[in-house]
Nanobody, 118 residues
Framework: QVQLVESGGGLVQPGGSLSLSCAAS????????MGWYRQVPGKQRELVAQ????????WVESSLQGRFTISRDDAKNTVVLQMSALKPEATAVYYC???????????WGQGTSVTVSS
């Protein structure tokens, strides 16, 4: 079992920055790819960024590259989504995710709300 707890959401003005943090607990965390999804009402949850353990490769949704970065600290069991130059369309609930593709196991955090508005 893996538990994920997000923090860092809130209200930010367009053009501003925000950092979301996910604290993970449980066994075998390095076996999981960790990432962030977001969802707005009426739309499907979409993958924003993802990073595997021990990998130097980050995946970030193409339209967000250069503004969103994901980092992972396996010693602290945290994954951080750093968002900059935020646009109103980034307004969503952001969810931390842990996935083991080989086992088909998915875990989700409770979500943290981000609102980009003046």
């Amino acid at each position: 079992q893996v538990q994920l707890v997000e923090s860092g959401g809130g209200l930010v003005q367009p053009g501003g920055s925000l950092s979301l943090s996910c604290a993970a607990s449980g066994k075998g965390l390095t076996l999981y790819a960790m990432g962030w999804y977001r969802q707005v009402p009426g739309k499907q949850r979409e993958l924003v960024a993802q990073k595997s353990s021990g990998s130097s490769t980050n995946w970030v949704e193409s339209s967000l590259q250069g503004r969103f970065t994901i980092s992972r600290d396996d010693a602290k069991n945290t994954v951080v989504l750093q968002m900059s130059a935020l646009k109103p369309e980034a307004t969503a609930v952001y969810y931390c995710n842990a996935v083991r593709w080989d086992e088909g196991i998915n875990y989700w955090g409770q979500g943290t709300s981000v609102t980009v508005s003046s």
